[in-house]
T-cell receptor
C-alpha cells in the first residue's frame, strides 16, 4: 500500500532533550516536506526537500533540522526542543515538488514540557 | 495581510445543500491544492490545480489564474463532508507551500 509513515504518533518530552520524528514513504517520491499545525495559525511549512541531499527552509525552520540522505526517508530533528514547539506535525511527499498531488502522513502530536 | 485567504472561516449547511469555499491568493503560483482534514484525523489531498477545473464525484474545484482565486464546490452535501478544508498554494519557487487558515464545514442531517 502506498503510504507516508510517521513515527511516533504521540510524543511527550522535556525541554532540551533531543528528539527525532521519522518520516518514510514507499512511493519513490522526489519531494518531501514537514509542516506544523497550530490552533489559530493553521499549517506552516518547516522544511522541504526536492530530492536526495537537497533541502530548503520553509516559513518556520528555526529550531529544526532535517536531512535527506536517501529518497524514502526525511527525518525531522529537534536538537533542543522548547515548549513553543509543542504542535501537531505532518510529513508529506509528492512525485515531484512541482505539479504533483501531496500525500500526507498521519501526524505526530508532540508535547514539550 | 496573509498571502492566502480563505472564506468563509466557518460554514454550516443542511444536508443536500450546495457549498462553496473560496480561496484568494496574492502571489504568483505554480499550483493550488485543496486538502481535507477530518476531526482528529489526517490530511487528504482532494485536488491539485494549475488551471481550469477538476471534478471528482460531488466535488468540483476551479481556479482563475488572472483573478488569483479558486473555489471548491460540494454538490448535494452530506454529514460525512463535515471537515476542515484547506487551500494551499505552491509558489513559483517550487517546493514552498503556503496555506490558508482553513474553512470549518459542518453539514447537519
Amino acid at each position: 500500500e502506498a503510504q507516508v509513515t510517521q513515527n511516533p504518533r504521540y510524543l511527550i518530552t522535556v525541554t532540551g532533550k533531543k528528539l527525532t520524528v521519522t518520516c518514510s514513504q514507499n512511493m519513490n517520491h522526489e519531494y518531501m516536506s514537514w509542516y506544523r499545525q497550530d490552533p489559530g495559525l493553521g499549517l506552516r511549512q518547516i522544511y522541504y526537500s526536492m530530492n536526495v541531499e537537497a533541502t530548503d527552509k520553509g516559513d518556520v525552520p528555526e529550531g529544526y533540522k532535517v536531512s535527506r540522505k536517501e529518497k524514502r526517508n526525511f527525518p525531522l530533528i529537534l536538537e533542543s526542543p522548547s515548549p513553543n514547539q509543542t504542535s501537531l506535525y505532518f510529513c508529506a511527499s509528492s512525485r515531484t515538488g512541482k505539479l504533483s498531488p501531496l500525500h500526507f502522513g498521519n501526524g505526530t502530536r508532540l508535547t514539550v514540557t | 495581510k496573509n498571502e492566502v485567504e480563505q472564506s468563509p472561516q466557518n460554514l454550516t449547511a443542511q444536508e443536500g445543500e450546495f457549498i462553496t469555499i473560496n480561496c484568494s491568493y496574492s502571489v504568483g503560483i505554480s499550483a493550488l491544492h485543496w486538502l481535507q482534514q477530518h476531526p482528529g484525523g489526517g490530511i487528504v489531498s482532494l485536488f491539485m490545480l494549475s488551471s481550469g477545473k477538476k471534478k471528482h464525484g460531488r466535488l468540483i474545484a476551479t481556479i482563475n489564474i488572472q483573478e488569483k482565486h479558486s473555489s471548491l464546490h460540494i454538490t448535494a452535501s452530506h454529514p460525512r463532508d463535515s471537515a476542515v478544508y484547506i487551500c494551499a498554494v505552491g509558489g513559483t519557487s517550487y517546493g514552498k507551500l503556503t496555506f490558508g487558515q482553513g474553512t470549518i464545514l459542518t453539514v447537519h442531517p
